[in-house]
């Protein structure tokens, strides 16, 4: 009954970890998909325990232009689409992660500077490039441009690897706030997107068990299975001694 109980505990365990989120939503982007445009919205929230803002909002809509030797092109198009209770605020760069991660990047237009492996404000740590307002050692932006309420800035963007790639993967995308008026207290924010449209391989937030707390989870329920069958056997050999 002990090893019957450890087991269960190590089942329930198990699946109770599995149902953890692994990953926000991403795209793929390869050859084929010159053309190939999809489009994020952004929350907001403040440094401030992580509290959401209503109101403090953007947009992002990232088109494959070309894939040549070991690049990646694109154009972009970032909106301020913040409203009441937001009163200002000027969205000044975006940001994202990559599979594989890239080696270098460039952009222009109207986030013309970029930074590779910096920590993204309001705890989301590194990411593997910002793209930016004004030519800063980081990706909390800086100076006086970026977006204001109702702006739309465009431009492109080079992501370049140190190989060819067959297959990229964008996720775990990003934009910053600042010079925010209208909520008390705070000044500065970071959004995360979600994919609206054009994104076929959006995971939509939903909860995607790790691997590894798969294998242990059917490694429970075999233990399981097990002990029931020795069960009866122990209750016969108890009978006959």
């Given amino acids: 009954m002990a090893k019957f109980g450890i087991l269960a505990s190590l089942a329930v365990a198990a699946s109770l970890t599995a149902a953890s989120p692994a990953f926000a939503d991403s795209m793929l982007f390869n050859s084929t998909d010159i053309g190939k445009a999809v489009t994020l919205n952004y929350n907001g929230y403040d440094s401030n325990g992580g509290a959401s803002i209503g109101g403090l909002t953007g ?6 232009t070309g894939v040549s030797g070991n690049d990646y092109s694109f154009d972009y198009s970032v909106t301020n689409t913040s409203s009441a209770p937001v009163t200002g605020s000027r969205l000044s760069g ?16 109207a986030f013309a500077f970029t930074s590779l492996d910096k920590t993204y404000p309001n705890g989301i740590g590194e990411v593997d490039v910002c793209f930016k307002d004004a030519n800063t050692n980081s990706c909390a932006g800086g100076g006086s441009g970026g977006l204001t309420l109702g702006q739309t800035g465009t431009g492109n963007f080079t992501l370049s690897f140190s190989k060819p790639v067959s297959a990229l993967t964008l996720g775990n995308f990003f934009v910053r706030y600042q010079s925010i008026t209208g909520v008390p207290g705070v000044s500065s924010a970071t959004g995360d997107g979600t994919i609206s449209s ?40 108890f009978a006959a001694a």
């Fill in 59 to 64: 947009s992002t809509t990232f088109t494959l």
């Fill in 94 to 109: 975006f940001a994202f992660n990559t599979d594989p991660e890239i080696s270098g990047a460039s952009s222009a237009g």
């Fill in 198 to 237: 054009g994104g076929s391989t959006s995971t939509g937030g939903t909860p995607v068990p790790e691997p590894g707390m798969l294998g242990l989870f059917g490694a429970g329920i075999i233990g399981l299975a097990l002990a029931r069958r020795r069960r009866p056997v122990a209750r016969v050999q």
